[in-house]
Nanobody, 117 residues
Framework: VQLEESGGGLVQPGGSLRLSCRVSRVPFSRYKMSWYRQDPGKERELVATITLPGPATSYAESVKGRFTISRDGTKSELYLQMNRLQPEDTAVYYC???????????WGQGTQVTVSL
């Protein structure tokens, strides 16, 4: 499984970013997909998860109403739309896939999101 994130960058408070994660070499529908984030000196935090069927989504309390997770099965891509970004959202964001049958986990390399004036 290969996971490749993109879309990070520098944005001002109140701005928006859209992260993407391309999943390759596996059937996309086999995996529960999540976004995590980690700031230096802090533990890795689960931001959002999307599962099939449904799809069903869940979010950390800190991002509810601001972030939206989605997936496109035709492109094997995962997205995280982030609106009303705040400095506390600054972190490296990671795409994660969990095999629904074996429970094996796979991680992307991460993409930096910095929210600052």
């Amino acid at each position: 499984v290969q996971l490749e994130e993109s879309g990070g960058g520098l944005v001002q408070p109140g701005g928006s970013l859209r992260l993407s994660c391309r999943v390759s070499r596996v059937p996309f529908s086999r995996y529960k997909m999540s976004w995590y984030r980690q700031d230096p000196g802090k533990e890795r935090e689960l931001v959002a998860t999307i599962t099939l069927p449904g799809p069903a989504t869940s979010y950390a309390e800190s991002v509810k109403g601001r972030f939206t997770i989605s997936r496109d099965g035709t492109k094997s891509e995962l997205y995280l739309q982030m609106n009303r970004l705040q400095p506390e959202d600054t972190a490296v964001y990671y795409c994660q896939a969990t095999d629904r049958f074996t429970r094996r986990e796979f991680w992307g390399q991460g993409t930096q999101v910095t929210v600052s004036l």
